[in-house]
């Protein structure tokens, strides 16, 4: 069981799961998908439970191993996920995550960096919730359908006949009707699903039919296009209008609705024809005739009603004959009792009423029928279409890779044994256009950069946290399979990550032995990893501070898959509280431009000192600031 193994899930959670959405694989899918609202759903799960679940699938467990190194990842895949066009696209993206072997995940990207095709309309399959009509009848219990539809056990004693009174139903197994009635379904043991509802199976391809079309007219062609050959399926196509046309049943439902409005305008049009024809009609009365009238008031009717059939028939059957013709489009007989003979003529409701019943269920049976013959060839494909959407979505997932890469110009790194260089490296997520920079460390690095360890000095706001935020971001996309913001770097496969971002201020003491022996077991673990480090010194007192940092750096530096970069104010005391060299690299201001803005160069130097750069920002604030604030400043600044 997958499921359970799972860092965070239990049995007891695997179980539950499983048991509210039917099946593992259903759990799996959904996590795979990145619908993790849907899996919050279940209570007593957090939607940050179920994030933290998804990643743990999809990812190296504990690569990301601090909260800042969390932050980072978040924040990359958000910007990634701003160049996605469909919905479930970037729901997918959110559980993107670092892998051990990127190997597939970097060709199939670089292939996506070469292709402008965009797909749009496209999202996850979705099933089709709510309660049918149809009745299943099985000597099986079938649990999964319960929540869709009556599933009844037949005693003993009882036949399909039984069964009857339903006007749909699907019979399961033997000892069903030898004839099958209109509506009805029988299926051996072991039936589908699909088959067995046929209103849910084709319920699904009508909910998901503007995905489905996609797959039938995906392009072909070499590199990212021949990922689509496995899921193209133009034979969709036809069954895809076939259940669009409903021309049948339209037509019925048409002749229904027009029948009562047209009797009730043909009854009206009878009486007119009635008196037209007898404007001119006389009766001629002979003495005798008057006579035998008044003797036998029925020889008088008799006489009119001679004078007056003729006209009322024809009118009659003329009307009938338009009705018969209206019916005739549908395949109805129109019987010839439709409108009563005698004066003044109306419509027999009886038997209109008894026509409309007809179409009724003319109707109902059109629709069955047409139903079960979709069912029964949509049935078979049902499964690979969900496999095919899924696909699908993955492949976007990558052409929106793709289209980020290429919008932010970035390129493929080189995957080493150990360390990072990057050549003119961008920060992504800072306003304005970042200054490139090149730096490396470890034996990955140009031939003076190859030091496992090293200290970052230099000046404030000059860039030492956006470089460190940098190799970060290097590190995390080269992980997941993808290019990096730079013209061209190499980074070394490890294990985890730490990015340890600089502390609020001085700790109190639990606060700060918890801190140390996190660090302790940092630096000192085994494992390959990576470790950015902000201003540690912030914990404690810079005197003491040195002197920890100095033995947490010696402790890495005995490692050989760790490499480390410190942002230090303190390295000179870190050095000497070392007793040894440490390669040292600084980032300074040159200066004030026009603009009272610090010139910087973002590229540190190597194995260089720089200076902070309090004095410049003193002298920004003589020349900004006025009156009593500004002479405190010129003071200050002639301390220096």
Request: charged share 25%; hydrophobic share 40%.
């Amino acid at each position: 069981m997958v499921l359970k193994t799972l860092p965070g899930v239990g049995a007891g959670l695997a179980r539950k799961l499983t048991d509210h959405f039917g099946t593992e694989d259903k759990v799996l899918e959904l996590l795979a998908d990145g619908q993790t609202e849907i899996i919050a759903e279940v209570e007593g799960l957090s939607i940050k439970r179920a994030d933290s679940i998804a990643r743990s699938l999809s990812g190296m467990e504990g690569f990301l191993a601090t909260p800042e190194s969390v932050r980072l990842h978040k924040e990359l895949v958000a910007n990634i996920s701003n160049h996605a066009v469909n919905p479930s696209t970037k729901s997918r993206l959110k559980n993107l995550m670092p892998i051990k072997n990127t190997e597939k995940r970097r060709k199939i990207i670089t292939q996506a960096m070469d292709c402008e095709f965009i797909i749009e309309g496209l999202r996850i399959p979705q099933e089709v919730e709510g309660n049918y009509e149809r009745v299943v009848v099985s000597k099986n219990p079938i649990d999964e359908l319960k929540r869709f539809c009556r599933v009844l056990t037949p005693s003993e004693q009882e036949t399909w006949k039984d069964y009857k009174v339903f006007k749909s139903v699907t019979w399961i197994g033997s000892d069903g009707p030898a004839q099958t009635p209109d509506g009805w379904l029988v299926l051996p043991e072991n039936s589908s699903v699909d088959m067995i509802l046929p209103e849910k199976c084709v319920g699904w391809f009508e909910q998901n039919r503007a995905s489905l079309e996609l797959l039938t007219t995906l392009p072909t062609g070499d590199g990212f296009f021949s990922h689509f050959d496995d899921i193209r399926m133009p034979q969709l196509q036809d069954l895809l209008n076939e259940m669009a046309n409903e021309a049948d049943a339209e037509a019925i439902a048409n002749v229904r609705d027009k029948l009562w409005p047209t009797a009730k305008e043909l009854e009206k049009r009878i009486h007119q024809e009635v008196d037209q024809a007898m404007q001119n009609v006389k009766l001629d009365l002979s003495g005798s005739d008057m006579l035998e009238a008044l003797a036998d008031a029925a020889s008088l009717q008799r006489k009119l009603a001679q004078q007056t059939s003729d006209s009322i028939e024809q009118a009659i059957e003329s009307a009938t004959d338009e009705i018969s013709n209206l019916l005739s489009t549908v395949g109805v007989r129109c019987p010839r009792t439709i409108f009563k003979s005698e004066w003044p003529t109306k419509v027999d409701r009886t038997v209109l009423d008894g026509i409309d019943s007809q179409l009724e269920e003319l109707w109902k049976t059109t629709q069955s029928d047409r139903l079960i013959s979709l069912a029964k060839r949509l049935a078979p494909l049902k499964s690979k279409c969900e496999k095919s959407l899924r696909r699908l979505v993955e492949l976007d997932q990558w052409l929106t890779i793709g289209r980020w890469a290429n919008s932010v110009d970035a390129t493929m790194p080189i995957l080493c044994e150990h360390g990072i260089s990057i050549k003119e490296g961008r920060h992504l997520l800072i306003d304005g256009t970042p200054d490139p920079v090149d730096y490396g460390l470890g034996k990955c690095a140009n031939k003076d950069d190859r030091q496992s360890i090293a200290l970052l000095t230099g000046a404030n706001s000059g860039g030492k946290t956006t470089m460190l935020e940098l190799l970060a971001h290097c590190t995390i996309l080269a992980h997941m399979g993808l290019p990096v913001p730079a013209k061209s770097a190499k980074v070394g496969r490890i294990e985890s990550l730490h990015v340890l971002a600089k502390a609020g201020g001085t700790q109190s003491a639990g606060a700060l032995e918890q801190t140390l022996l996190q660090l302790a077991e940092v630096v000192s673990n085994n494992n390959s990893k990576l470790i950015l480090a902000d201003e540690l010194e912030a914990i404690t007192e810079p005197g003491a501070g040195a002197r920890i940092i100095a033995g947490m750096l010696e402790a890495a530096q005995a490692h050989k898959g760790t490499c480390m970069l410190l942002v230090t104010h303190l390295a000179p005391a870190i050095i000497e509280a070392a007793g040894k060299e440490m390669r040292t690299d600084g980032i300074e201001a040159r200066g004030l431009d026009e603009n009272l803005e610090l010139v910087v160069d973002r590229t540190p130097r190597r194995n260089y000192l720089a200076r902070s750069t309090p004095e410049l920002i003193v002298r920004r604030l003589v020349e900004r600031s006025k009156g009593q604030a500004r002479d405190v400043f010129h003071s200050i600044l002639s301390r220096f």
